[in-house]
């Protein structure tokens, strides 16, 4: 694997080739100015290349004199072979400060990816089409068309059936059109004990089209991916807002709001509109006709899905806090306004309690901890965070309110982790300047969870906010500044964005973040404390949210979102609930496991937990008011940048 | 039982007490001219009673001084005590002439009636209500709404249910509104291993309202009953006619119908108005909710089984004959336009072939003949005819096309056999005078089918028409006449009608019963000799079809429509289709049963077989050309009263 030096810290990093060089540059702690997210035309991730070469880097925003010394663009350059990169004096910063800055980007889990699946022989999409060829019918054979069909697939090895009605109307032109050959589609039943479905007849053999959708409906943002069943690889996966949040941020308000004449009505649809809106643009994008979708699978949290389902989830708001029910019967997508065939079934994932639903459930599954013997702590940071702790003996959860900020919700210039997206920042601590990458190294657009927690840590570590996170005016930088919706700091101008506006974080997005990462900390302190278990007892953290491709460990645990726990041990999965939708698509096994899940899983209400409002109200704080004990590596880490900063402002 | 002897004839009878006297005579071969149906308004039917008293029979028709002597009208009197009653001369005829018209009502079978279910200890209805308390949830206990239920049930050892939404959706208001008490209305699984189903649930205790309904959905007539789930009592039956007949007489002609644009839907409508109207006017008879309709059980004919789904019959009526299905998977009564309330599952009989529908399926259930060790003959006469022959161990079967004659379509006067519908007739066969009877007792409407055989053998025995079914001019009768559309016989005059029109049997009405049951006497003639038995090998003839409450056996041999068996090995069961949607309202159990018969039922198609055409031909004589051989008591009958007849002429 090639080397990678970085001049003048003399920090020497492995790193496959074709790895980008700014991305490289920002995991290993060195920071390189950089204000056009990676797209390689603000000119000023300017790096000098000796000892080897880079592939690309080369742009009209070098002079032929600075191209032919090895100047090069580090965010349009990638590794190549051994190369010693120079940082200039414009970009580079004190080495000490920015020890806490280095690595820790979790490892990404590969959680039965289809390849995994296929190599295990545990491959067996939840639905599947079959070729059947049957003998034309004569006065001597003049069986129905329905039993020449079960007959030819009882000597195909395939029995118990049920043929939807849509089924049997198309069969009899299927038949004939096809000459006696015909396509089926078949969804397979949860326990093998149970009845295949035909869902769809076509004429001929149409097996190479057979997808499934897995689709994860969110407070704030709605996931969905398009699969395709004969090879298990995803071909699309596309992001939206649920359009539900114009009657509220949260599932309280969103409760409230069905309250209201037609109000169960207006939610049901702007959760299924959403959905519509994304899976449009995915088939748009991918060229597929609705006709191939032949499986669809919802995951959500609790009163996401009574919502979606139209079911008055007034009871999850009060106490007791019960759900109507744990598990829904299937159902045809298009009968809850999904813009799907009516062939399509919809699978939607069971709930735990009101507040650990099917997202949560999906998540579980996915990643697998039902049936690993080591002890793990899921979180799934969304607008509903949830927790879960347990292996495969046992399992217990509850959930927090985390507000939407993790998902781009409620922050000026916040939104999903789109083409354009802020998702990871470092800054100069001595000058404020920072180095900005987006999802698709598009120009930024805005910042997302991601991109706000790397800010907040690098923040921290500049000294630009305090330990409550106000912005400290007496930063050299004059991105601190005072805006129409009180201090914010500039991350991009407008002149490096897409929308011509500058992009900053206003107090008010702090404010919002620190609630959020305090929900989840206080959550799985007070649950780790429920069940008799401290944080070290973990052998492993599992993350799930819609953030970017990752989530930088070191800078979590530095804001007090995570544990301090050996980087090592955390893994992050991306989207937990569309992963678990996903897998039962392509391995319909896993389906018979979901109600294990529900089954072995202990709901703890965190109301009535004593400790927990203490734990909250420490956790508005950065990284925490116990910081000495609670997040010791941290609170060093900070003292050392403090000291080592003012030893650099000192020596200018 | 009281003993009532007729004079001049001598005849002498035992009936119960409480029976009509007109009815009485009828059967007993004793003509007594009436033309007002048995209303008691034409005054005809006069009687001299002595030797004991009748119940009944004054009217104001009488003098006082006839009164004072002794004379009643027969259709008012019923049997109380022995008793002599005198037939007076104007209704009196020769006694021999009369031979043929004796006795011969077809015993009634009571094909598992809910008392003998009980008495069985096999009464278990699909549909059942259970109330179900439960503890009010806390917060130790939070359990959601379904599992709260469920786990309830449990206790009660009612397990393996599935919830459907619907009853979801009901779920939480009704448990709060019930105050933790509800009533659940289970529909049970066709196989004691399948879910029970829940379908709705209501607060507090509504246990004493469960309905079903049982649909007949025949090519001409359309026929519902309600059924009382907890008593499995009968709480009315209604008929009306098929609206789809603006699209063809019969099923032929409506498939040809769906091939126009929209057809198919057209016919569809058209199935569910039909049957619409006949639960409308049973519900508001009965004054009942459709909320308490917990099942229907629907039962029809191939094509019409299909144009009520919606699924496009184009290959029934195309050789080799192929139906599209056996079976249809359980659907919502709501969704193919039934006005019946959302959660009412309906339940669709399967199909053995394209002419052998689940009306057939439904008889052969309904009178448990696949159970039997006697071979027996099922004969059910629609519009689409269908025979079935076989026992316990086998069953074959094939379709007649009949035409609507016997539910009185195609016929100038007919009608469905409902109040004021001509169900039998005797005549005078020197006079050509008649004795009417209708349905109800009302003054005549009309001619159902039982009324036509009846009148169509009492003009064999009157020499009123010949054996080609053509009128006798030369008979000294004046109700034979050219009408607008032909030779036609005055069955009433309009002053004793309701519709005040004469009600006449035109040649062509002859004509259309004439193929009618020659199509019968073929088909049954045809699907024996197929399987390798005569007609004298049956020990049983079953038959059903939508006739009023009987059919005369002597008459409709005597018309070639039965083989010339013995009277007692004939039993008539009404509409048998009904009779066994009916039954498995109230005994689930036989619900398991109904694919037994689909399997174990041979179709054959007469097409195929050569000598369905020439007992066709042969049949469309009276009784038939091989009347010698293949009814010989009928050949000697008429012989016998042709001579007697030409005597008492010749006499006078």
């Given at each position: 694997m090639p080397k990678v030096r970085f001049e003048p810290m003399g920090k020497e990093v492995e790193a496959p080739a074709g790895t980008n060089l700014l991305d490289l540059a920002m995991e290993s702690g060195i920071h390189i100015n950089a204000s056009c997210g990676g797209r390689g035309v603000c000119g000023k991730c300017r790096v000098n290349i000796s000892g080897g070469e880079v592939g690309g880097g080369v742009s009209?925003?070098?002079s032929e004199k600075d191209r032919g010394a090895g100047v090069r663009l580090a965010c349009k350059s990638e590794v190549i072979q051994d190369v010693v990169v120079g940082i200039p004096v414009e970009s580079a910063i004190d080495k000490v400060a920015l020890k806490a800055l280095a690595g820790g980007s979790a490892r990404i889990a590969r959680a039965y990816d289809e390849v995994e699946l296929k190599e295990q022989g545990r491959?067996?999409?939840?639905s599947v089409k079959k070729v059947v060829t049957a003998p034309e019918p004569s006065l001597e054979d003049a069986r129905n068309d329905v039993r020449r069909l079960l007959d030819a697939l009882k000597e195909m090895g395939e029995r118990h059936f049920v043929v939807d009605f849509e089924a049997i109307r198309q069969l009899p032109g299927a038949w004939r059109d096809g000459n006696w050959t015909v396509t089926v589609t078949i969804v397979r039943p949860v326990n093998p004990t149970g009845r295949n479905r035909i869902v769809k007849v076509q004429p001929g053999d149409t097996t190479d089209r057979n997808l499934a959708v897995a689709i994860d409906l969110g407070t704030t943002t709605v996931w969905a991916q398009v699969l395709d069943c004969n090879s298990g690889k995803i071909l699309g996966t596309e992001g939206g807002f649920n359009s539900q949040i114009s009657h509220g941020e949260d599932v309280i308000s969103r409760i409230i709001a069905t309250g209201k004449p037609g109000g169960l009505k207006r939610l049901q649809e702007a959760a299924a509109a959403s959905i519509n809106e994304v899976l449009e643009t995915l088939f748009n994008r991918l060229e597929l006709s609705i006709e191939d979708i032949n499986l669809a699978v919802l995951a959500g949290n609790t009163t996401m899905t009574q919502l979606f389902l139209a079911m008055d989830p007034k009871y999850i708001r009060l106490e007791p806090y019960v759900p109507t029910a744990a598990y829904y019967p299937p159902v045809q997508a298009s009968s809850f306004a999904l813009h799907l065939a009516n062939h399509t079934p919809l699978v939607v994932f069971p709930s735990v309690a009101s507040y650990v639903g099917g997202d949560v459930v999906s998540g579980v599954l996915g990643v697998g901890m039902h049936k690993d013997p080591k002890l793990t702590l899921f979180l799934d940071l969304g607008t509903n965070g949830e927790v879960v702790v347990g292996n495969q003996d046992w399992l217990a959860c509850a959930a927090a309110s985390a507000g939407p900020a993790f998902e781009g919700g409620g922050i000026k210039y916040g939104m999903r982790a789109s083409a354009g997206a802020i998702e990871n920042i470092s800054i100069n601590p001595l000058t404020g300047e920072p180095s900005i990458v987006t999802v698709g190294r598009q120009l930024p657009k805005g910042i997302c969870g991601s991109g706000l927690i790397a800010a907040v840590a690098a923040f921290m570590m500049a000294g630009i906010i305090d330990e409550s996170g106000k912005y400290n005016f007496d930063h050299p930088t004059d991105r601190i500044r005072d805006g129409e919706d009180g201090p914010e700091f500039v991350l991009v101008y407008k002149e490096d964005t897409q929308i011509g506006r500058d992009i900053t974080l206003t107090e008010l997005d702090l404010d919002n973040l620190l609630r959020a990462k305090g929900a989840m900390f206080a959550a799985f302190m007070a649950l780790l404390e429920g069940v008799g278990l401290s944080i070290h007892d973990l052998e492993r953290v599992i993350l799930a949210g819609g953030f970017g491709q990752s989530i930088n460990i070191e800078r979590a645990i530095m804001i007090g979102l995570l544990p301090e726990l050996p980087t090592e041990k955390f893994i992050f999965v991306g989207n937990g609930s569309l992963l678990g939708a996903r897998l039962i698509c392509l391995a319909n096994h896993l389906r018979a496991e979901v109600g294990h899940i529900v089954e072995m899983t202990t709901n703890f209400e965190l109301s009535a937990h004593p400790g927990y409002m203490d734990y909250y109200t420490g956790s508005l704080f950065l990284p925490h008011t116990e910081a000495k004990t609670l997040f010791p590596q941290v609170y060093n880490n900070l003292n050392e940048a403090k000291e080592s900063l003012k030893a650099a402002r000192a020596a200018k």
């Open positions: 009209e925003k070098l491959f067996d999409p939840a």
